[in-house]
């Protein structure tokens, strides 16, 4: 069974920073694309990031490029996002998802909650 | 970009009717097409991918047609575990996957 478990939500102040964490069973790892999704309160679904099977390709939405760091580690089949200077508008449920093939999202994690308040 | 656009935004209908839910792309998607449902308190849940493709353990009742640029997902008889959120996603063209904004199936 296809298990993602998220973790590192906090609350946090604007500009700060915050690593999130996924650790990943069920699969092999290594062999999928990950993606980071996140729903602001009330709101839809925003893609964050993904990042190919080997970690050597990453992507980012426009509204989070040049803040927040995608990675993982396949020998520990975690993934990662790293959050910094963190805006009241980052505050969401933040996903992680198996991207199949690199297209849908067929698993889901049950998100972390950030939450950018002073 | 890609802008993903559902309706309508809110749908009531009554349990054992059929629901018929729209996504429509910007532009072509071809057949790059998938239906998500979401409850509250949970995560999302794929329905369907490649436009039609019921994903493992979802019930017939879920179909889903179009291609192109106009979508559909359509609930043949509602059951009370279908009040939910659903949304549509294409990954035609991405960066960035782009997801439509959601119709709230309700009672």
């Known amino acids: 069974e296809v298990r993602l478990v998220e973790s590192g939500g906090d609350l946090v102040q604007p500009g700060g920073s915050l690593r999130l964490s996924c650790a990943a069973s069920?699969?092999?790892?290594?062999?999928?694309?990950m993606s980071w999704v996140r729903q602001a309160p009330g709101k839809g679904l925003e893609w964050v990031s993904t990042?190919?099977?080997?970690?050597?390709?990453?992507y980012y939405g426009d509204s989070v490029q040049g803040r927040i760091a995608v990675s993982r580690d396949n020998s520990k089949k975690i993934l990662y996002l790293q959050m910094n200077n963190l805006r009241v508008e980052d505050s969401a449920i933040y996903y992680c998802?198996?991207?199949?093939?690199?297209?849908?999202?067929?698993?889901w994690g049950q998100g972390a909650q950030v939450t950018v308040s002073s | 970009e890609i802008v993903m656009t559902q309706s309508p935004v809110t749908l009531s209908v009554s349990p054992g009717e059929r629901a018929t839910l729209s996504c429509r792309a910007s532009?072509?998607?071809?057949?790059?097409l998938a239906w998500y449902q979401q409850k509250p308190g949970q995560a999302p849940r794929l329905l369907i991918y490649?436009?039609?493709t019921r994903a493992t353990g979802v019930p017939a009742r879920f179909s889903g047609s179009g291609s192109g640029t106009e979508f559909t997902l359509t609930i043949s008889s509602l059951e009370s575990e279908d009040f939910a959120v659903y949304y549509c996603?294409?990954?035609?063209?991405?960066?960035?996957?782009?997801f439509g904004q959601g119709t709230r199936l309700e009672i």
């Open positions: 998802a198996r991207a199949y093939r690199s297209d849908w999202f067929d698993s």
């Open positions: 069920g699969f092999t790892f290594s062999s999928f694309a």
């Open positions: 990042i190919s099977g080997t970690g050597g390709t990453t």
């Open positions: 532009q072509s998607v071809a057949s790059n």
């Open positions: 490649d436009a039609f």
């Open positions: 996603q294409q990954y035609h063209k991405w960066p960035p996957y782009s």
